[in-house]
């Protein structure tokens, strides 16, 4: 089984190849950092390929140029934090084209190799951002949401291609480490109802079952993966 992984090249992207990789699969990664692609390409033995997923015509030469292809795993992804009053539209038009129409690009140009696939499927990522309604991300949790939305509308349109949406809470990756500096790390680690941040293999895993025969009548669900963090408070 090969999978295409985007934004793959570090982070929660590069969690899910290795853990694919370690249970037979082959991958291919794309980014758009030549120098990490071909560091963790090389680590993993693994195919890469220099693409920017809101460059339509460098997506479709993609695709046309790889087969075959039986999962992608939408993870590229930016965030621009930034309240209303003080947003860079050229910043939150970035994170709309990168989450949404990047998502948006992949996922039509490898519909005709996940077509011929006898157990096609595709894995987005989205966000707890999505639903936890919180201030200061500009576009980023409203890019989110459009994701899960579209992940039940393809379910319904292009089965029986499954769809279906990882939503990570709190992840410390090579991208949000800053986060999680110093005290903050155990700060945040209270407020999560397992008592930890998670790490991107803790995505891996459930992207790697959504993406396996294990997973052949799950279609449309959107998981979050954020050690209970979404269901609510643990204080009384």
Same mark, same amino acid.
């Given at each position: 089984?090969?999978?295409?992984?985007?934004?793959?090249?570090?982070?929660?992207?590069?969690?899910?190849a290795?853990?694919?990789?370690? #249970?037979?699969w082959?991958i291919? $990664? *794309?980014?758009?950092?030549?120098?990490?692609?071909? @560091?963790?390409?090389? +680590? !993993?033995?693994?195919q890469?390929a220099?693409?920017?997923?809101?460059?339509?015509?460098?997506?479709?030469?993609?695709?046309?140029? #790889?087969n075959?292809?039986?999962? $992608? *795993?939408?993870?590229?992804?930016?965030?621009?934090? @930034?309240?209303?009053? +003080? !947003?860079?539209?050229?910043?939150?038009?970035?994170?709309?084209?990168?989450?949404?129409?990047?998502?948006?690009?992949?996922?039509?140009?490898?519909?005709?190799?996940?077509?011929?696939?006898?157990?096609?499927?595709?894995?987005n990522?989205?966000?707890?951002?999505a639903?936890?309604?919180?201030?200061?991300?500009g576009?980023?949790?409203?890019?989110?949401?459009?994701?899960e939305?579209?992940?039940k509308?393809?379910?319904?349109?292009?089965?029986?291609?499954?769809?279906?949406?990882?939503?990570?809470?709190?992840?410390?990756t090579?991208g949000t480490?800053?986060?999680?500096?110093?005290?903050?790390?155990?700060?945040?680690?209270?407020a999560?109802?397992?008592?930890?941040?998670?790490e991107?293999?803790?995505i891996?895993?459930?992207?790697?079952?959504?993406?396996?025969?294990?997973?052949?009548?799950?279609?449309?669900?959107?998981?979050?993966?954020d050690g209970?963090?979404?269901?609510?408070t643990?204080?009384?």
């Open positions: 089984m090969h999978a295409v992984v985007t934004g793959g090249a570090q982070g929660i992207g590069l969690a899910c290795q853990h694919l990789t370690s #249970i037979g082959t291919t $990664l *794309i980014d758009k950092d030549l120098e990490l692609l071909e @560091q963790s390409s090389s +680590d !993993l033995g693994c890469y220099q693409v920017d997923v809101t460059d339509l015509e460098s997506v479709k030469n993609f695709f046309s140029e #790889i075959p292809v039986d999962s $992608l *795993i939408n993870n590229a992804g930016i965030w621009r934090p @930034q309240n209303l009053e +003080d !947003l860079d539209f050229d910043d939150q038009e970035e994170v709309l084209n990168v989450n949404v129409l990047g998502t948006l690009f992949c996922t039509s140009s490898a519909m005709h190799h996940l077509r011929t696939s006898s157990a096609g499927s595709v894995v990522i989205s966000s707890l951002a639903r936890t309604n919180s201030p200061g991300l576009l980023y949790a409203a890019s989110k949401s459009a994701i939305t579209l992940t509308q393809w379910a319904l349109e292009i089965a029986p291609i499954r769809v279906n949406a990882v939503s990570p809470g709190l992840i410390e090579p480490s800053g986060n999680y500096k110093g005290a903050a790390k155990e700060k945040r680690a209270k999560v109802p397992i008592g930890r941040v998670g991107p293999s803790d891996a895993k459930v992207v790697s079952f959504l993406v396996s025969e294990a997973a052949s009548y799950v279609t449309g669900q959107i998981v979050y993966v209970g963090l979404g269901a609510g643990t204080q009384r």
